[in-house]
């Protein structure tokens, strides 16, 4: 482990260079923040069932939700590493994967006498194959490319200029995930007129929520920071998402 202490600019934190102490370290304030990314992405998969008409933006009713997801992964990555983000995403895909897979389920089996929701279950609940691939695919593309351009930028810019790093991993991240699950969900289902105005609207809005939401995100950070005695930087790291080193 290599430690370096820079007290003008963060004082009482220190910037950890080492991968297995890192991993091997208890914080207090992952798990609440894991919970709270999880918990966002499954709320915006079910609230994407609608899609909304707001005049100037038009997406699906999960985009007034998402880009939470985005700043809890620059957080994660800011404050925790890459390696440690790397895993609060695989656990977001796989619960999303379980609440999917549920819902196809629950849907597929006999309904009581006397109730007569079947029509309205499917509809909301009865996730088509293909919505479900788009939105897993879509995921985990826009946010492990998040994520590692966040570090990268991270050493870049030695740790300077956070909204640099959290804006500009988002114009990223977002970019993909917009075009993924929108190609991959409608292609051919919707006009190519709405799947153009759906990525725009879409891509525009989520961005517009990180900036937004920049001076939010210092706080959050600069608490994290002081309270966990952490700010990694991922000079070490291997940022292949399907390994565990």
Not at 94 to 121: D, R, T
Request: glycine share 8%; hydrophobic share 50%.
């Amino acid at each position: 482990m290599v430690e370096f202490s820079f007290p003008k600019r963060a004082t009482g934190v220190r910037i950890l260079v080492g991968p297995q102490i890192h991993m091997n370290k208890n914080f207090k304030y992952l798990g609440s923040i894991s919970v709270f990314f999880v918990s966002v992405l499954l709320i915006s998969n079910i609230a994407s069932t609608k899609i909304v008409d707001l005049k100037w933006f038009v997406f699906d009713g999960g985009t007034l939700l998402f880009p939470l997801s985005y700043i809890f992964g620059d957080i994660l990555t800011e404050v925790y590493g890459y390696k440690r983000t790397k895993r609060v995403i695989w656990l977001g895909f796989f619960m999303a994967l379980l609440m999917s897979l549920v819902f196809i389920i629950v849907g597929k089996l006999p309904s009581a006498p006397g109730w007569n929701n079947q029509g309205a279950y499917d509809l909301i609940l009865g996730l088509a194959p293909r919505i479900v691939i788009a939105s897993l695919i879509a995921y985990a593309c826009g946010e492990f490319s998040n994520s590692f351009v966040m570090a990268k930028m991270k050493i870049l810019t030695k740790g300077k200029m956070l909204w640099v790093r959290t804006i500009g991993s988002t114009l990223v991240g977002e970019f993909i995930d917009s075009i993924l699950f929108i190609v991959i969900a409608f292609w051919g289902i919707l006009p190519n007129s709405l799947l153009i105005t759906l990525i725009i609207s879409n891509y525009i809005f989520k961005t517009a929520i990180e900036i937004i939401f920049t001076p939010v995100t210092y706080k959050v950070v600069g608490f994290l920071k002081k309270k966990e005695n952490e700010d990694y930087y991922d000079n070490d790291t291997n940022f292949n998402p399907l390994t565990n080193k």
